[in-house]
């Protein structure tokens, strides 16, 4: 399986992620919509089979259509701070009128693909989700899962080890959420994290892991390169 980073609207970028690996199943690490054309996204990602998790992006989305007309507006303009705006803009949203945005958006089939996006993914011994883990772990584990920004080397070790009680098979985790100029490696209690969000929405690159070999991808809407292969990184082969 492929795994991929945070796509935020970039259509040739998840083009050329689906081209590139169209032989193999492929999961986005979240954050498909917002910042771009979130409706051909979303539109791309049901029409090749591939699959999402979800992002905080598409948690902010979900919590405006869910939410009450009490607290309608205060859960637009946090989803609007975030680069809600162009995802509205992409479905031809233009209304002004909060409560008749939500029911445009929450009822609209493509969007609603969102509320099938799993917290994670488990492979083996690799777990796939969106952020990663940090304090809050303790108290809400998904919410830690769709928000930390926290790298594992940076997390308390009473956390990671609850973390390894929780899911005592992981020794890897595979991230996006947290922008790195390319694919970086953490560890803490011999549990390693790849993060793979590069930025798409301006640096027009998205990192991407192959859960087969191995292998660490840097892609642009032009070409795909190899960064290396996580044995090879780690200088070790005990997580594999």
């Given at each position: 399986m492929i795994i991929a980073g945070d796509i935020h609207g970039q259509v040739r970028l998840i083009e050329k992620v689906l081209k590139s690996f169209e032989n193999n199943k492929i999961l986005f690490a979240g954050d498909i919509i917002d910042r771009g054309d979130a409706k051909s996204c979303l539109k791309l990602l049901s029409?090749?089979?591939?699959?999402?998790?979800?992002?905080?992006?598409?948690?902010?989305?979900?919590?405006?259509?869910?939410?009450?007309?009490?607290?309608?507006?205060?859960?637009?303009?946090?989803?609007m701070a975030n680069g809600g705006l162009s995802t509205l803009k992409s479905f031809g949203i233009k209304n002004k009128d909060l409560k008749s945005v939500q029911i445009l958006i929450r009822t609209n089939a493509i969007f609603d693909i969102i509320r099938r996006f799993d917290i994670y993914k488990i492979i083996d011994d690799t777990i796939i989700l969106h952020a990663g883990i940090d304090r809050n772990y303790l108290l809400d584990p998904h919410e830690s899962f769709v928000w930390s920004r926290t790298p594992i080397d940076k997390v308390g070790s009473s956390v990671v080890l609850s973390f390894k009680n929780d899911f005592p098979a992981i020794k890897f985790m595979i991230t996006?959420?947290?922008?790195?100029?390319?694919?970086?490696?953490?560890?803490?209690?011999?549990?390693?994290?790849?993060?793979?969000?590069?930025?798409?929405?301006y640096s027009k690159t998205v990192g991407a892991f192959d859960t087969e070999s191995k292998n660490i991808y840097k892609i642009s809407e032009n070409d795909v390169v190899l960064v290396g292969n996580i044995n090879s990184m780690t200088n070790s082969r005990s997580y594999f």
């Open positions: 029409e090749s089979g591939a699959k999402s998790l979800i992002g905080n992006h598409e948690q902010m989305a979900i919590a405006f259509c869910n939410a009450p007309e009490a607290d309608l507006k205060s859960f637009y303009n946090i989803w996006g959420h947290n922008i790195v100029k390319t694919p970086a490696i953490y560890t803490n209690c011999s549990i390693l994290q790849l993060r793979i969000d590069l930025g798409s929405f």
